[in-house]
């Protein structure tokens, strides 16, 4: 199975700032790798696929970057409604594979 | 816009079977994949595995409790089975779409509620 990395666990943040977690693969997965934000009680919403395409809808504040095993997701001005967690997630192969996530907090 | 809205048993005794029934409102089960995903404290988000409409099926080999997945394509439904269920098997279960955007990527871009199913004597 492929191992997804993320760093931080969790990070503190206040509105404005600019958030950068990072997501490791544990062998090359081209650009097979999605993003997604979770709020307390609902299921996971996509932000991201193949590593730097935003979801149709989503705020152009969240970008993505990266290819083969090492890839970044960045907010550049965090706003109230993205305090939440986030995971990454390879496609590359089966059994698909996630992050242990990273909690952004106030 | 596609939703998917799920269902089943949320409390179970050791050994019992595990059932959960998503269904697909305001989209096809064809060209897609449905998966069956998991989240507990432990061990945050685990896939289990996923079906397409003609019953082809895919699962996590490291799941220890046995797993079966089908498909109703008449109801627009699909089921997840797992057999002899432990209190490790304790979690929110979520089903989910997998899309497929140009040649081949992947993501899980329409879930359902969750469900949540504790094991417990």
């Known amino acids: 199975d492929i191992q997804m990395t993320q760093s931080p666990s969790s990070l503190s943040g206040s509105v404005g700032d600019r958030v950068t977690i990072t997501c490791r693969a544990s062998?090359?997965?081209?650009?097979?790798l999605n993003w997604y934000q979770q709020k307390p009680g609902r299921a996971p919403q996509l932000l991201i696929y193949?590593?730097?395409t935003l979801e149709s809808g989503v705020p152009s504040r969240f970008s993505g970057s990266g290819f083969g095993t090492d890839f970044t997701f960045t907010i550049s001005s965090l706003q109230p409604e993205d305090f939440a967690t986030y995971y990454c997630q390879q496609s590359d192969s089966s059994p698909r594979t996630f992050g242990q996530g990273t909690k952004v907090e106030i | 816009q596609v939703q998917l809205q799920q269902w089943g048993a949320g409390l179970l005794k050791p050994s019992e079977t595990l059932s959960l029934t998503c269904a697909v409102y305001?989209?096809?089960?064809?060209?897609?994949?449905y998966a069956w995903i998991r989240q507990s404290p432990g061990k945050g988000l685990e896939w289990i595995g996923e079906?397409?409409?003609?019953?082809?099926?895919k699962y996590n080999p490291s799941l220890k409790s046995p797993v079966t997945m089908s498909v109703d394509t008449s109801k627009s439904q699909f089921s997840l089975n797992l057999t002899s269920v432990t209190a490790a098997d304790t979690a929110m279960y979520y089903c989910a779409r997998e899309i497929r955007t140009g040649s081949s990527w992947y993501s899980f871009d329409s879930w359902g509620q969750g469900t949540l199913v504790t094991v417990s004597s």
């Open positions: 062998q090359s997965i081209s650009d097979y």
């Open positions: 193949a590593a730097s």
């Open positions: 079906i397409n409409h003609s019953g082809t099926t």
């Open positions: 305001g989209g096809s089960l064809s060209s897609h994949y």
